[in-house]
Nanobody, 122 residues
Framework: QVQPVESGGGLVQAGGSLRLSCAVS????????INWFRQAPGKEREFVAAISWSNGSTSYADSVKGRFTISRDNAKNTVYLQMNSLKPEDTAVYRC???????????????WGQGTQVTVSS
């Protein structure tokens, strides 16, 4: 069992910054990657960023590239999502998930956190 727990969400004005954390406990040795997703009201879940647990390689959605940075601290079993130049359209519930991979039906992940709310005001 792997249990991701998100934190760091909140309310910020447009142009501001937030840093989200995803702390992972349990069988962390089984982690291959950590992913961030977000879902805004009335919209489908959207991929945000991912990082390889072992080598630190990263991937970003075009909508956040250049503004968001994903990083990890393996010793702390934590992944961070630094969000800069936030826009109102970034408002969503952000969730982290472990060991995601693309399948024919979409994206399949092993474990999901409960999410943290990010609200960006204009």
């Amino acid at each position: 069992q792997v249990q991701p727990v998100e934190s760091g969400g909140g309310l910020v004005q447009a142009g501001g910054s937030l840093r989200l954390s995803c702390a992972v406990s349990g069988r962390t040795f089984s982690i291959y990657n950590i992913n961030w997703f977000r879902q805004a009201p009335g919209k489908e879940r959207e991929f945000v960023a991912a990082i390889s647990w072992s080598n630190g390689s990263t991937s970003y959605a075009d909508s956040v590239k250049g503004r968001f940075t994903i990083s990890r601290d393996n010793a702390k079993n934590t992944v961070y999502l630094q969000m800069n130049s936030l826009k109102p359209e970034d408002t969503a519930v952000y969730r982290c998930a472990t060991n995601c991979r693309t399948v024919v039906a979409g994206t399949l992940c092993t474990y999901w956190g409960q999410g943290t709310q990010v609200t960006v005001s204009s």
